[in-house]
């Protein structure tokens, strides 16, 4: 992740974001979680793109061969080395999600989630392009966004996170149509089904779109040529 989530919401405020997860929220995060796994599983090496410190990571590690996460923060990579101990078919890589270093073709399946193509603060069609360009022909390209019927809770979270002390104060007139904003600057914005068919479709792509949980909104590509 860059920018401000990198400044502000890393390593150890990255987990007590999720610590201060309502029930429902929780409830979508692991939804996320599952659908990866059932998507990608066995002898495969998977990369996850903003792994943070760990937390999808560690359960995606025991249902594949190899698991990757990249990030660029060094804090957040610094608790994911600890919070990891103990799971040997882990690797951590610092750098920029659109601007990997990876050669193509280098793994089964490459994943996005919980709106990543949104925070991490990245052109969003190079963060595509690239996603694809080291996932194999035949293998899975997975991201997610928030889905408009989690909108509430969804905004009751990042509201919690602001009366904490983790993002600035609440915008509340201008946080509305999928778009949370904060008085620092923050900004976290749902990304259309529209948008995410599109910008696959611009590297020759077809991406599935669909729901799951009522929480979140899947692209799911199987990649060709």
């Known amino acids: 992740m860059g920018g401000y989530y990198e400044l502000h919401l890393s390593g150890s405020r990255l987990q007590r974001v999720y610590?201060?997860?309502s029930p429902r929220i929780r409830r979508y995060l692991q939804a996320e979680t599952d659908q990866v796994i059932r998507r990608v599983h066995g002898d495969t090496r998977v990369l996850e793109l903003g792994c943070?410190?760990?937390r999808v990571l560690r359960e995606i590690a025991r249902h594949v061969g190899q698991a990757v996460g990249n990030d660029t923060s060094r804090a957040s990579l610094v608790l994911a080395s600890s919070y990891l101990r103990g799971v040997g078919n882990c690797d951590l890589v610092q750098a920029n999600a659109?601007?990997?270093a990876f050669p193509e073709a280098a793994f089964d399946a490459t994943i996005c989630i919980q709106n990543g193509?949104?925070?991490?603060?990245v052109d969003r069609q190079r963060l595509v392009a690239e996603a694809v360009r080291v996932t194999r022909k035949g293998g899975v390209v997975l991201f997610s966004t928030y889905s408009p019927r989690i909108w509430l809770d969804r905004l009751g979270?990042?509201?919690a996170q602001s009366e904490v002390g983790l993002l600035g104060e609440l915008d509340e007139a201008g946080s509305h149509d999928g778009m949370i904003v904060c008085k620092d600057g923050f900004r976290s914005q749902?990304?259309?089904d529209t948008e995410l068919r599109t910008l696959f479709e611009r590297v020759d792509q077809e991406a599935e779109i669909y729901e799951v949980d009522g929480s979140s909104l899947f692209a799911?590509?199987?990649r060709r040529g």
């Not at 193509?117 to 603060?121: H, K, M, Q, R």
């Open 19 to 21: 610590d201060i997860a």
């Open 52 to 54: 943070g410190y760990g």
């Open 98 to 100: 659109a601007r990997l």
């Open 117 to 121: 193509i949104s925070a991490f603060g």
């Open 157 to 159: 979270w990042f509201r």
């Open 190 to 192: 749902a990304v259309s």
């Open 220 to 222: 799911e590509v199987t």
